[in-house]
């Protein structure tokens, strides 16, 4: 069974702070993908990053930075100098090699940031 | 056409009703998917093709609901007979799969999104 963890249900930082968005992950499979999705209030899922379980080399975009820990599971993600566009539902999802097909979604990460 | 295309945006219908969206994909995309999400979950995968062929269903796709994809490009979902609990987001998304793929495979775009809301 796949399951996504974001034990972050909001969070609420004033612009230009940093903040880290938790994801922790369980599957069976060796081969697997993780994924962050960003969904403002328009509705949209924006597809941020893609990673996958063979490369756990840290990879930054900007102000956007993600953190893989294959050891504890985890796939975390930092926003630098936050932003108030950078308000949204953010989402970690997992795609596992045996299901290659469907995504898991956690919960999602209510980001507030305010002026 | 740079992303996937859902209509309409948002469907106001009574309980009883039959209601049908439509999605476009990116164009070329082989494969594309239909998820559901609620107020404060995650999306919840229901169905997806690859090509015309429709290859799994969830166990939250009831048989009120019907997904096709005839020529493997658009797809619709028709939600027959709606009850209130069908009121949710459902979303399209689309990826490209096999050699084309190359390093861009089991990346799945999202659309907008439809918003449905039973009265």
């Known amino acids: 069974a796949q399951k996504v963890t974001q034990a972050q249900t909001e969070i609420s930082v004033v612009e230009k702070e940093d903040v880290t968005l938790d994801c922790v992950y369980e599957t069976r499979d060796t081969t697997y993908y993780l994924f962050w999705y960003k969904q403002p209030p328009s509705g949209e899922l924006v597809f941020l990053i893609r990673?996958?379980?063979?490369?756990?080399q840290n990879e930054i975009s900007g102000r956007y930075s993600w953190n893989f820990q294959k050891s504890t599971s985890s796939f975390n993600f930092t926003i630098t100098a936050s932003q108030v566009v950078d308000s949204a539902v953010y989402f970690c999802a997992l795609n596992s090699g045996g299901s290659n097909y469907k995504l898991t979604f956690g919960k999602g990460t209510l980001l507030t940031v305010n002026p | 056409d740079t992303g996937v295309s859902q209509d309409p945006r948002h469907k106001i219908t009574k309980r009883g009703q039959n209601v049908t969206f439509r999605c476009d994909p990116i164009s070329e995309h082989n494969r594309l998917y239909w998820y559901r999400q609620t107020l404060g979950q995650g999306p919840e995968f229901l169905t997806y093709f690859q090509n015309e062929a429709q290859l799994e269903k969830s166990r939250l796709l009831s048989d009120r609901f019907s997904a096709e994809r005839p020529k493997g490009s658009f797809s619709t979902l028709e939600i027959q007979r709606t009850e209130q609990g069908d009121s949710a987001m459902y979303l399209c998304?689309?990826?490209?799969?096999?050699?084309?793929?190359?390093?861009?495979?089991?990346?799945?775009?999202f659309g907008e999104g439809s918003w449905l809301t039973v009265v």
């Open positions: 998304a689309s990826s490209l799969t096999g050699r084309r793929a190359q390093g861009s495979g089991n990346t799945i775009y």
């Open positions: 990673r996958n379980s063979f490369d756990e």
